[in-house]
């Protein structure tokens, strides 16, 4: 049984890639697919599979506990899509993306439940990053944009190939006339404990942010990290009545969303999807003033050069651009900067290289640590992935029991 891996960078489509295998057979002189069932495991399967739970209302993956796909996890839904894949018996499986919103548990048992069919089940695997290969593919193929095959390697020869690494060099913030007071502590959880209903989720948490400090929030999934991202950000009614204090204030004594907004940037990989409009790079970074899906307000003087001054940092290849002309490696490098360009005292950065490829990762790696080093903004990330040179200077880890996860300070 023949596995092969195709190498894909993210100005690749995956779904007219995975169209081009079932369909078009696009890797005919390597393998033979006709004739064959196919399934794909892929975060474009589970979208699909919760839209037809909508229009049919009914539950299509059935599982012990019986929820819906939408009310499951990330990391649930992918384990029940993976049973459900090799419960059909199929004769090839085209595995995409399996790393990206996985713990590492999670991750673990899926490798183990898809090596124990590799020997009756063909693997088509889609990967980003070199460090994703699975061990036992036999050939590995690159394609370019328009979905032809560049070049097929064997598994050894793939993964000596070096990449151009890509840094940023010289980041220097444009000077913005914040009217926000330097807060100290930032952020200060006390004693927070959160339920829903009878499922305690988080157990006396306390954790305190103080300004220019990089943190990384660990735990594994379901163990409450985007419950605390929710409640620092301000959408989340499980704050009020808790002990947590935003920017000098307690939460819940008359504080508004867009009164906390202002003095957070967010960014999460989704974010990329909610921007349909065409508009350009500049306007997408000035909209971060008015924090606004795209820019409606005419900006000033000052904000227009402040952005064009974002542009000169991060290359010639942003000048003169659209926001839907650019790889989703460079759109999350402007939705970061559009997250940064007022300069608020707090950056969250919610699984920010989920999907990306190697150069793209480096990319962006290259610009957090750029601000960190800055010393003017504070950051939480939140990644299941270990990224080579993204380094917080402290690590807040969430620890599951059976009351709730408690907190602990790593270093």
């Given amino acids: 049984m023949k596995h092969i891996g195709i190498y894909c960078t993210n100005s690749i489509s995956k779904k007219k890639l995975i169209n081009a295998i079932c369909n078009e057979n696009l ?3 390597h393998i033979d697919l006709s004739n064959q069932h196919g399934e794909v495991y892929s975060s474009i399967t589970i979208d699909k599979m919760i839209e037809d739970e909508y229009k049919h209302d009914k ?3 059935n599982t012990k506990a019986n929820k819906t796909l939408e009310s499951m996890s990330s990391g649930q839904q992918r384990k029940a899509l993976a049973q459900y894949i090799c419960e059909q018996k199929p004769d090839y499986i085209i595995l995409d993306d399996m790393q990206s919103n996985v713990d590492v548990q999670t991750l673990d048992s899926l490798y183990t439940l898809f090596e124990s069919h590799n020997s009756s089940c063909r693997y ?3 990967f980003s990053r070199r460090n994703d290969i699975l061990p036992y593919l036999d050939q590995i193929i690159e394609i370019d944009n328009d979905l032809n095959i560049v070049e097929a390697f064997d598994y050894k020869s793939f993964i000596e190939i070096i990449t151009d690494d890509y840094t940023f060099h010289n980041i220097s913030f444009p000077k913005v006339f914040s009217k926000i007071p330097i807060y100290d502590p930032l952020v200060e959880l006390r004693d927070v404990n959160v339920s829903y209903g009878t499922k305690q989720v988080l157990n006396n948490i306390k954790w305190q942010i103080r300004p220019g400090e990089y943190w990384e929030l660990r735990g594994a999934i379901g163990s409450g990290k985007s419950t605390m991202l929710s409640m620092i950000i301000g959408d989340n009614p499980k704050a009020f009545g808790q002990d947590i204090y935003l920017f000098g204030r307690k939460k819940g004594t008359g504080e508004s969303v867009w009164d906390i907004k202002e003095k957070i940037g967010y960014f999460y990989p989704k974010m990329t999807q909610l921007f349909k409009r065409n508009d350009t790079v500049e306007d997408m970074i000035i909209s971060g003033f008015f924090d606004s899906l795209g820019l409606y ?4 003087g000052w904000q227009q050069e402040i ?3 974002w542009i000169k940092n991060l290359g010639v290849e942003y000048k003169n651009k659209r926001f839907q002309e650019l790889t989703s490696g ?3 490098i402007i939705l970061v900067v559009r997250a940064l360009v007022k300069q608020p005292p707090l950056l969250i950065l ?3 290289t989920a999907g990306l490829d190697d150069n793209n990762a480096r990319l962006f790696v290259s610009l957090i640590q750029s601000i960190s080093q800055a010393k ?4 939480i990330f939140v990644s299941h992935r270990k990224e080579d040179g993204l380094n917080p200077e402290h690590i807040y880890q969430l620890l599951p029991t059976e009351d709730g996860s408690i907190g602990k300070v790593v270093f």
């Fill in 27 to 29: 890797l005919r002189q």
């Fill in 350 to 352: 919610d699984e920010p």
């Fill in 376 to 379: 003017k903004i504070a950051i």
């Fill in 307 to 309: 952005a064009r001054e």
């Fill in 330 to 332: 460079q759109q999350r």
């Fill in 297 to 300: 307000t005419k900006p000033t």
């Fill in 124 to 126: 088509i695997q889609l």
């Fill in 59 to 61: 539950i299509i993956i």
